[in-house]
Nanobody, 122 residues
Framework: QVELVESGGGLVQTGGSLRLSCAASGRTSSSYSMGWFRQAPRREREFVAGISWNTGYTDHAPSVRGRFTISRDNAKNTVYLQMNSLKPEDTAVYYC???????????????WGQGTQVTVSS
């Protein structure tokens, strides 16, 4: 069992920045991936960014590429999402997720955090 706890959400103006954190606890290994997803009101949950824990390989959705950066702290078992140049369309509940697969493109994310609200005012 893996527990994920997100933090760092809030209300910011267009162009502002936020840094989300996701702390993982429970059973862990190097062969897993972590990612950030978001769900805007009345929209489906979408992939934002992911990182393979053992290799550090990352991928970011086209909509956030160049503005958001996913990173990890191995010692703290924590993944971050640095969000810069925020836009109103970034408004959503952001969820941290994990899966026991080193590939960002294979397997299903089956561990989820509770979500943290990010609101960007226009």
């Amino acid at each position: 069992q893996v527990e994920l706890v997100e933090s760092g959400g809030g209300l910011v103006q267009t162009g502002g920045s936020l840094r989300l954190s996701c702390a993982a606890s429970g059973r862990t290994s190097s062969s897993y991936s972590m990612g950030w997803f978001r769900q805007a009101p009345r929209r489906e949950r979408e992939f934002v960014a992911g990182i393979s824990w053992n290799t550090g390989y990352t991928d970011h959705a086209p909509s956030v590429r160049g503005r958001f950066t996913i990173s990890r702290d191995n010692a703290k078992n924590t993944v971050y999402l640095q969000m810069n140049s925020l836009k109103p369309e970034d408004t959503a509940v952001y969820y941290c997720a994990a899966k026991y697969h080193s590939s960002l493109y294979l397997g299903q994310y089956n561990y989820w955090g509770q979500g943290t609200q990010v609101t960007v005012s226009s």
